[in-house]
């Protein structure tokens, strides 16, 4: 079974910090996505990459996954209290089946 | 379109009673599954589906039925409800096997009594 590990589990930042956070992984994976979740809400696909080092930018998030693909972190510059929410990542294995890690929890304080 | 939808939103009911979640997505996609979420757990796979007619199950089948008569439709059925399927379930599609953008319904909340 291919697990996924994110860390730290929760995280609280005031408002113009950065910060960020890990997903890691024993095993190969042919591409990672990170999703974030409102609550009362389904995940919405923030990203997904898929070669071993490369670096994607969304506005003010940076998603990097490590050079042997086992390993993913994002990091979120100047925080704002709308990045609150559960940013979970899910790597995608055999028969394009995704395993999701537990996620982490980030809220954002004005 | 409406994306993916699933109803009811949230449903409570006794050990042993037999409900079906419905889930319909209006994109013409062909991969569809069903998820539940628990405190801690994070998503697991319960069914998925690579078009119609064709079903397999995921990490936590047990308990669960699924079917996919159209492209449409990917009803999730609970035939004895316990008190362990208490949780929130999300269904998803994305256009087939091969595309990675997956979209999730808004979800329903279980609770078994």
């Known amino acids: 079974t291919q697990l996924l590990e994110q860390s730290p589990q929760f995280l609280s930042i005031q408002e113009g910090e950065n910060l960020t956070v890990y997903c890691n992984s024993s095993s190969v994976f042919s591409s990672l996505q990170w999703y974030r979740q409102e609550p009362g809400e389904g995940p919405v696909l923030l990203v997904t990459v898929v070669t071993g080092g490369e670096v994607k930018k969304l506005k003010r998030l940076t998603f990097q996954f490590g050079d042997a693909r086992k390993d993913s972190s994002l990091h979120i510059t100047a925080a704002q209290p709308g990045d609150t929410g559960l940013y979970l990542c899910?790597?995608?294995?055999?028969?394009?089946?995704?395993?999701f890690g537990k996620g982490i929890t980030l809220s954002v304080r004005p | 379109n409406a994306g993916v939808t699933q109803t009811p939103k949230f449903q409570v009911l006794k050990t042993g009673q037999s409900m079906t979640l419905q889930c319909a997505q209006d994109m013409n996609h062909e991969y569809m599954s069903w998820y539940r979420q628990d405190p801690g757990m994070g998503l697991r796979l319960i069914h998925y589906?690579?078009?119609?007619?064709?079903?397999d199950q995921g990490e936590v089948p047990n308990g669960y039925n699924v079917s996919r008569s159209t492209t449409e439709d990917f009803p999730l059925r609970l035939l004895s409800a316990a008190p362990s399927q208490t949780s929130v379930y999300f269904c998803?599609?994305?256009?087939?096997?091969?595309?990675?953008?997956?979209?999730f319904g808004p979800g329903t909340r279980l609770t078994v009594l």
């Open positions: 998803a599609s994305r256009l087939d096997w091969s595309t990675d953008t997956q979209y």
């Open positions: 899910a790597g995608v294995g055999a028969n394009s089946k995704l395993t």
């Open positions: 589906s690579v078009g119609a007619g064709i079903t």
